[in-house]
């Protein structure tokens, strides 16, 4: 007889890096980890980094906690011995093979390793990488004559060549892999320079940059102990714009345009963790002594230290996240240009640990993803004045509670026949007097449990304002609510149906009215019999999941764009319309759709950090 383990529960899902080791075989002098890079305990390092990857990952398990993604980060991860990077890569496949279905039903195809290298020991490791089908990310230098300055060995010597000769294996590998390269103000004094060797080794090394992508250096303390007066100087504002059109100018129309358009910029756009809301409710780095820090950027710095996985829970361990990001935002305040950005929804004022570093309540790439939206404008669209206003709201409500703002202007009043008496006509009164629109507009008879947390809905024309959500791909959404609410106008429950509307936040035109109204996405019905009972609120209760409808539909959600998803029952639904045709004071108050509402940005797959 065959035992089947229960399958575990997962009520949330991460981003988990994990650094088995800080040591690192290179001095780049532009380096965020500073000293930790040469003083990491190596030989420690490899003697419990397998132990704590697994340790962690089940102890996430039995907390409830997915880790979607496990991406191997250093310091420099070849450091430690093949035969500890083997068992890493072998317990990571297989992380992804025993949860493949609940990583698939959120939207992720990860099947493989995926890790972070400088590329000084591929050719010695490219068969190991190739037998478990490592996804590679490789770190260079570009103009490459700053790669032979700035990417030196320990002792100074430079290494060109055998980079050069490592990307041409990499050119060859069959699996998985992507470059990138940090860039500083001193790499950008040449930027023809910079765009040759992106054709030099396009063409002549053979590796598709298409798969490029790149990054701008920020002031680290750390760095600044360790280097001195050798440290680099990030990048002006003007220096990051006069690249970006300079490579806009040089590739567009090539067979490069879509890495330009797609990858290479792609850390400053919103679907990178640096544009997160809150990182730390998502984006986690694991150490092999057991620390967690927010990622690579904040690695060695306190403010970024969430905890450890042997010494606190899990439970602990991410509320301190959510908490310390949010602290470290409310430090350094709201910026006022950031207040009143219409991209703010898309922005959420940069990287925290940028911010931390730099002293600055904005993002240090700020002015560059201005033009990258500008570019974008379909994708990246711009907030209007009064949706900007909502959600500046929104954003300080969660993120900065101690400012407060000036409330956006309600909506003008809507003007009533003038035989209208508020005694008798008013909306609220025609509901009193209604069991029908009392269940229809019943606040609160809709609970969605989204991710860890109970969102009450409400009637969008009731409620004094808009509560807008973020709902990242596959994320638990549950609908429940009163089993009684079938029976509302309806003798036969059997016969009534759960009844769902998408809408989209872009403009459409018809009817005879010539109103412009949201745009409908899709419509959705479950039959009464085939509902749940709630498994949070009890038999009295139906339950429906609704994260396989919600993401079926993922190709229909824009960024920046707001979605709206309503929910009442069939029946109710047809006594609205019906209530519309025999009372016009009814009508003219209830001309948009009164069902409760859920009001949220959606969230694709997260792009690797």
């Given at each position: ?13 991460i ?26 305990p190596?030989k420690?390092d490899?003697?419990?980094a397998v ?5 962690a990952?089940d102890?996430?398990?039995?907390a ?5 993604n ?29 949860n493949?279905?609940?990583?698939s ?23 190991l990488?190739?037998?478990h ?15 032979a ?17 490592n ?26 320079a910079?765009?040759?060797d992106i ?23 750390l760095?600044?102990?360790?280097q ?7 990048a ?17 129309g ?16 919103p679907t ?17 002594d057991?620390?967690v820090?927010?990622?690579v ?5 306190e ?8 010494n ?21 305040g ?17 990287c925290?640990?940028?911010?931390h ?43 900065h ?31 009193d ?28 024309i009731?409620k ?37 509307q ?7 035109v ?9 745009a ?14 709630s ?6 209760y ?7 409808i ?9 960024r ?22 025999n ?16 009001e949220f940005?959606h969230?694709?797959?997260s792009t690797?950090?």
């Amino acid at each position: 007889m065959t035992t089947q383990l229960a399958r575990p529960v997962f009520t949330r899902n991460i981003h988990l890096l994990y650094s088995p080791t800080l040591a690192c075989n290179l001095g780049c002098r532009y380096c965020y980890l500073g000293d930790q890079t040469r003083t990491a305990p190596l030989k420690n390092d490899a003697a419990r980094a397998v132990a704590t990857l697994r340790h962690a990952l089940d102890k996430l398990r039995d907390a409830g906690v997915l880790a979607f993604n496990v991406s191997l980060h250093g310091g420099e991860v070849t450091t430690l011995p093949p035969a500890v990077l083997e068992e890493l890569f072998s317990i990571v496949s297989g992380h992804y093979l025993e949860n493949f279905d609940e990583i698939s039903a959120l939207g992720h195809k990860k099947n493989a390793p995926h890790i972070k290298t400088n590329l000084f020991k591929f050719a010695s490791l490219q068969n190991l990488f190739n037998r478990h089908k490592v996804s590679v990310s490789a770190s260079i230098d570009l103009p490459l004559s700053m790669h032979a300055r700035y990417r030196v060995k320990r002792n100074g010597e430079d290494w060109l060549e055998r980079t050069l000769d490592n990307i041409r294996l990499l050119a060859r590998y069959p699996h998985g892999k992507k470059i990138s390269a940090t860039v500083c103000s001193e790499h950008l004094e040449d930027i023809p320079a910079f765009i040759k060797d992106i054709w030099f080794i396009h063409r002549e090394l053979g590796f598709d940059m298409n798969n490029f992508n790149l990054m701008f250096a920020f002031a680290s303390e750390l760095n600044d102990v360790d280097q001195g007066p050798n440290t680099l100087t990030p990048a002006t504002t003007a220096q990051q714009l006069q690249l970006y059109e300079t490579l806009k100018a040089e590739f567009t129309g090539t067979e490069l345009e879509d890495g330009l358009r797609r990858n290479w910029f792609d850390e400053f756009k919103p679907t990178y963790c640096t544009n997160a809301f809150n990182c730390g409710e998502r984006f986690y780095l694991l150490q092999s002594d057991g620390a967690v820090y927010s990622c690579v950027r904040g690695q060695g710095i306190e403010e970024f230290r969430y905890g450890n996985v042997f010494n606190d829970s899990i439970e602990d361990i991410l509320a301190n996240g959510a908490r310390k990001i949010r602290q470290v935002h409310q430090a350094h305040g709201l910026d006022k240009a950031c207040g009143s950005c219409g991209h703010l929804s898309q922005c959420h004022t940069g990287c925290p640990v940028v911010k931390h570093q730099s002293k600055s309540g904005r993002s240090y790439t700020c002015d560059l993803q201005k033009a990258i939206y500008s570019d974008n404008p379909r994708s990246y669209p711009a907030d209007g004045e009064d949706r900007q206003k909502e959600y500046l709201h929104y954003y300080a409500s969660r993120t900065h509670p101690a400012l407060s703002f000036e409330k956006p202007a309600p909506a003008p009043a809507v003007r009533l026949p003038n035989d209208f008496s508020p005694d008798k006509h008013a909306l609220q009164t025609l509901i009193d007097a209604d069991p029908v629109l009392q269940a229809l507009y019943g606040d609160k008879v809709f609970v969605l449990e989204l991710g860890d947390e109970l969102v009450e809905l409400g009637s969008p024309i009731l409620k004094p304002h808009a509560t807008w959500h973020t709902l990242a791909q596959g994320e638990k959404l549950v609908v429940h609510f009163p089993r009684s609410l079938m029976s509302v106008h309806c003798d036969e429950p059997v016969r009534n149906t759960l009844y769902l509307q998408m809408l989209r936040d872009t403009p459409v035109v018809y009817g005879d009215e010539r109103r412009t109204k949201q745009a409908h996405l899709f419509t959705y019905q479950v039959y009464s019999d085939c509902l749940q009972p709630s498994e949070r609120f009890g038999p009295d209760y139906f339950m429906a999941d609704l994260r396989g409808i919600v993401s079926l539909h993922g190709a229909l959600y824009q960024r920046g764009v707001l979605n709206n998803l309503f929910f009442t029952t069939s029946y109710l639904r047809e006594y609205h319309y019906q209530k519309q045709k025999n009372n016009a004071f009814y009508h003219i108050q209830a001309v948009n759709l009164p069902f409760p509402n859920f009001e949220f940005f959606h969230l694709p797959e997260s792009t690797e950090p």
